[in-house]
């Protein structure tokens, strides 16, 4: 398959089970929610080294958050429910709480919770308050400037993690270009986040190693380096550069989404082939074959 | 579909009707409706020598006429919703655990007295004791929604635990006299002494009030949670301006006389 003169390689994307949750997060002021989303998603490219994944999903306006005020939704990934809880009493505790004028509101209404305001509220040395609104409970917890608003449980619920798309370019610049082009086309994806730099990772990875205290390395069969070294290369002769866009989602749809639109973009913005990063299938719970995907499907949908 | 009941025999003393619930009305024809006992002052009776029946029972009943010498409609209530089109006479969903109750003209005195959860909505005035403790009783409501569109009487939320109680206009002396926790908002005037032995729990008002010698002024700050309530609020028909939503509240602590950990939240003009 080609699209706009790029080639579609016959073959999937291997995603795995995960938990997932959506943060809201509001201030007084945009540039202050942000702040806060970003240190959130911080250091949390990877479930290898991370513990979690997380990314910006949109940013809100004041009408569309709990408060009134200007807002961020993060979606934060783990491969546990235990694991999600703990990285949200982390990272909202940590990176929200901390951040001046700051709200946290559960985002997704789920059956499964786990609790973060019930556990930072110990920070309000029995100063907290907690207030009972419409069967929701909210924690206000006196800090410097006033109070930290954070709700007690937020909602969690099975998440798709590790959608993925490789792009092989000529050059670096060619292969930034496509990458930046299906990156602006992926984000904004409702329910998906894509947790890398900028959206976009070069040092891929697979899930074995030659050392034998370390179980994921460099994707060798995509280095361009490599390429006349290892035997399992894939990396076609023209190409001297390969860049990955890993996608998170709430749901499978989610990732799905992503990866059409950014397969699109990046096509149209002069990759020379289009890829997926899989293991043969026997990790993940996911599969996500190229063409189908791509088969009957509008570019942007 | 609904049940109608219209008032046609205005009761000469209070008629006690807590068989007027969704519940206790489902399933029964018009005549076993209106078989159904009340008590006239100090008489039984039969619901149908005050009421005419119309309609089935479906979750919702329509009362309709001058109810304010009926009381206790609604009282124990679990689920369902009472429409009263008139108005409604004292111990207005007392105890009640859930479901709905609105009254389009006014309500009597302890709307709500002791309630566990549901929501009422009166649209005019409401009396005194709205969603109150009973005499001697150390708690009073501890959960749900009484939402007042008009002005109500003394002692709103008198040893509320849990719940939120809402005034769209003015309310009378000691509004939440010994809170232990939940919120009272009062879009009006607070009456004196507001807050009095409160333990813990919020007291809203957007004008100023006199408070009492045993509570101090904390800070002037803009309470983000409370941008949650008035939405909410705002949601359900009360007139919540974007001033009263975004502004500075003066935040007076007390009561000192007891643990000093519940808040008068008073906005600036």
């Not at chain 1, 305001?117 to 920070?123: A, D, K, M, N, T």
């Not at chain 1, 990063?277 to 009957?296: C, D, F, K, T, V």
């Not at chain 2, 008590?39 to 329509?62: D, I, K, M, P, S």
């Not at chain 2, 008002?205 to 800070?219: G, K, N, V």
Request: hydrophobic share 45%.
């Amino acid at each position: 398959m080609h699209i706009n003169g790029t080639e579609i390689v016959e073959t999937f994307a291997e995603a795995f089970a995960m938990w997932g949750t959506r943060v809201l997060i509001t201030a007084e002021t945009a540039d202050w929610a942000r702040a806060a989303a970003q240190s959130m998603t911080g250091f949390a490219t990877s479930i290898i080294g991370c513990k979690c994944e997380a990314g910006i999903e949109a940013e809100l306006p004041g009408p569309e958050t709990p408060d009134g005020r200007p807002g961020v939704s993060v979606l934060l990934f783990s491969t546990s429910a235990e694991g999600l809880g703990k990285r949200l009493v982390e990272r909202v505790g940590q990176c929200v709480m901390t951040c001046p004028t700051t709200a946290c509101y559960s985002g997704l209404p789920a059956e499964e919770t786990v609790i973060v305001g019930g556990q930072l509220r110990y920070f309000g040395d029995k100063y907290q308050i907690s207030k009972l609104l419409a069967g929701r409970r909210l924690w206000r917890v006196p800090v410097m400037d006033g109070e930290f608003l954070v709700d007690d449980r937020f909602g969690i619920q099975p998440a798709v993690g590790g959608g993925n798309i490789l792009i092989l370019s000529r050059d670096q610049l060619a292969g930034l270009r496509a990458a930046e082009a299906a990156v602006a086309a992926m984000r904004g994806t409702p329910g998906a986040i894509l947790p890398f730099p900028g959206g976009v990772v070069r040092s891929g990875s697979k899930p074995k190693s030659r050392y034998k205290f370390l179980f994921a390395s460099t994707n060798d069969a995509y280095c361009p380096t490599l390429r006349s070294v290892t035997p399992e290369t894939q990396v076609m002769a023209e190409a001297g550069c390969v860049l990955e866009i890993v996608i998170d989602g709430l749901d499978l749809a989610a990732v799905e989404t992503a990866m059409r639109r950014g397969i699109h973009a990046a096509a149209g913005a002069g990759a020379l082939q289009i890829s997926a990063g899989n293991y043969g299938g026997g990790l993940g719970q996911y599969r996500i074959e190229l063409y189908p995907l791509l088969e009957g499907a509008e570019a942007g949908v | 579909m609904s049940l109608d009941l219209t008032l046609y025999n205005t009761p000469a003393v209070p008629l006690e009707a807590d068989v007027l619930t969704p519940a206790r009305l489902a399933g029964l024809s018009v005549l076993e409706t209106a078989k159904l006992t009340v008590v006239h002052g100090n008489q039984a009776a039969e619901l149908g020598e005050f009421f005419r029946v119309a309609g089935t029972a479906g979750g919702e009943v329509r009362l309709t006429g001058d109810l304010s010498r009926v009381k206790l409609i609604g009282a124990g209530m679990a689920d369902g919703r009472i429409v009263v089109q008139g108005s409604a006479g004292m111990h207005l969903g007392a105890g009640m655990t859930g479901g709905e109750i609105v009254v389009e003209g006014d309500a009597g005195d302890w709307v709500g007295p002791e309630m566990t959860g549901g929501r009422i909505v009166i649209k005019g005035s409401a009396g005194h004791m709205v969603g109150s403790a009973y005499r001697g009783s150390p708690v009073g409501v501890r959960g749900g929604e009484i939402v007042v569109f008009g002005n109500a009487g003394n002692e709103i939320g008198s040893g509320m635990r849990r719940g939120l109680i809402a005034i769209g206009g003015d309310c009378g002396d000691f509004a939440g006299v010994n809170l232990l926790a939940g919120t009272i908002v009062v879009l009006g005037h607070l009456g004196w002494r507001p807050g009095a032995g409160m333990h813990r729990g919020t007291i809203v008002s957007m004008h100023p009030a006199e408070m009492l010698p045993t509570f101090t002024l904390a800070c002037t700050y803009r309470p983000v949670f409370l941008r949650l309530y008035l939405a909410h609020l705002r949601r359900l028909g009360l007139p919540i301006d974007d001033g009263q939503m975004r502004g500075a509240y003066q935040r007076w602590c007390g009561d000192a006389i007891e643990l000093k950990r519940g808040e008068v939240l008073l906005l600036l003009a």
